[in-house]
């Protein structure tokens, strides 16, 4: 199974857990059976693998999410990364010339693409697996999935089948209706949009070098900032007279708020908290090492990282957006390909943070221009390797570097650093890498 | 005006903004007329002064308490320090015999004792200056303030008095009584107990030397651990014959609970916060620097400081106690006579803190003997001494102390610094201090 995974947006609607580097999917909230938490996209990749331990991954994601990716599962994964975002067709596009020109993909393949956050079962990607069949059967250019609706949700696109057979032509598409309109729809036998698209590779293929002038991958991924941006739907699915839908009845769920995220926790809490008897329905996520004491409250979600604290009403939950774009401060945390970094206090000429580094990684060796730095090994053991001057370090010692000095550090154990940054003009942008 | 305030406890009930060193009469919450923020002490100490520019304020607590005493009213106020907590009797005794034996005050002058958090206007202060005018005329030994009740509180004790007139002689106390009694103290024109007790110096020091074997003030002091506890009111109040209550019928709040706090703040919020339309009676006291979103909240109170963050329906936020109780943790932050520190990160084998030192003050002369420690000066000037030698320091200067080094520093201005601390027992306990 060739699958893609659409992994988008940063996902203010789950602040403070989401920040404009982390995006909802990499929030680590779901319990597993060994009594650890895990991630949306860590959730759906251990599935796919569950269900097809050959599957071929491929995430198509911009280059911020690159680091959070290999961190959450590894640098096994394929990651068809976007310059710059360019809505889904672009980025289906991409991905399919990826797996075409770099990963050597038969062109009479079917590829899956998919949403990189739907919160389902096993079943889930057995059907998936279905789909791709029938694909490969070639009787429609397009395979879609569509979910039995529930109730006449106003979230989702609709699609109405020809028949109620299990695979049936698609007869039109419905954008997100009013509640009204979506009962209606329900009962013309219409199913929901799964954001599910199955393909023989080279269909897609055609249907890029039909919109987009360029000769393979890297051409594409060179000229990608050129692009415009429009949906896959509206380019491809909505004009396709050969395209069928699945039914799935299984579990699907959309976790995008607060509200439908706190529905699928297995506990009603993650980290320190305490909650009295007089609570109802409530829910804490805590990424603070300080505990949360919730006393007499109901119906209310309270979410702390790094980044902020929200506490809210659930059904309240889901009008955060404008809120959190009032909200304008630096990034407080994130998870990289190396490691992650917190932020410990902010001055107005001085930045502290702490750094882990996993075993076996290291930093860019990079310089500031603006800023002297001082780092001090809190614990593991590793080198620095400053102006070409390597050394080795261990828990206690301190390494201070002036503006300019080209520096990184290598960790042998899992490594962990205050690093304090000392300047007028300290910021996320002034780095100058270098090759090592 | 020779005033004493009683302050005490750790005052759990408003956990997080109150820890086991900083007690609730020193949290900044008031709203001045500069816009800056004040706390209890603040607020009364500012009041007192309004009313009697000349006032000998002396505050009795213990020793935690030194030091945010004199970082939030300056050095020059008197404080009788309790060595230990002996509850009322023992603490009134000790500080009238500071204001004998240590300021020099005459046995016949009026001395008034009062709690340091009443929540109150200036005209109670003009009240105590006129309980302390009554006392001076000696119609009695001890004189009260009654406060006019405006409910039948079960959280008061009663004084009744034998007529109705603004000084009446007192006829019996009750202590805090159901519902149902204190209706019907107030309809025998019961008044409630200030804790305000006014006497003339000499007639405490009388009943002191009664009840205790002492020589002077130094004496009591050195033997206080092996006073029993005992309280003002059962010791000497309650078998008092000559005895007084002063009707007070101007604002009077006990300010023990969230719930009262917040009636008495001036705004919704303190700190970065932001609040949604649909939010009714919520107040935010956030002294974290990241922000708190409250959305679709009613009748809750939302409080986060570095030791925890509390979500409270305000009417179960005086239920807090045992919760706050399970939660053991070191203290995260401490307003000291020089400044004040936050801890940043706590890890198995180092500490990170950050620690603001006013101008012009140091910390002690002392060393550690299970941990190293590195400071990073990120902001002012000062001199360091370091195993006796001395040094000139900056922001971006680091100093490197080994477990046993002699190390302080002091600060010219305003000085900023990361302290790390390293090594397998980290503890406050482990400090010695010298004489430099």
Redesign the interface.
Known sequence: MNIILLSGGSGKRL??LSNDIRSKQFIKIFKTEDGNYESMVQRVYRQIKKVDADATVTIATSKTQVSAIYNQLGESVGISVEPCRRDTFPAIALATAYLADVKGIDPEEPVIVCPVDPYVENDYFEALKALGRQAAKGEANLVLMGIEPTYPSEKYGYIIPETPDQIAAVSTFKEKPNAAAADEYIRQGALWNGGVFVYKLNYVLGKAHELIDFTDYQDLFAKYDTLAKISFDYAVAEKEDRIQVMRFAGQWKDLGTWNTLTEAMGESSVGDA?M?E?CENVHII?E??????????RD?V?S?S????????K???S??KP??D??H?QV?FAEKSWGSFRV???????L?I?VTLNAGHSMNYHSHKNR?E?W?V??GTGRTIVDGMEQEVK??D?I?MQAGCRHTILAESEL?L?E?Q?GKEISVYDKQKYIR
Do not use: C, H, R
């Not at 790094?306 to 009403?313: M, Y």
């Not at 410990?344 to 001085?350: A, G, I, K, Q, R």
């Open positions: 602040w403070p305490i009295n007089t805590n603070l090492n300080v505990p949360v004491l919730a006393m007499g409250l209310v309270i702390a790094p980044e902020g604290i929200l506490v809210s009403d059904e309240q939950s009008y955060i809120f959190v009032q909200i401060q407080m410990l206090d902010v001055e107005e000429e001085s502290t702490k002297d001082v001090v809190i614990s828990a206690g301190v201070t962990k205050v304090v000392l």
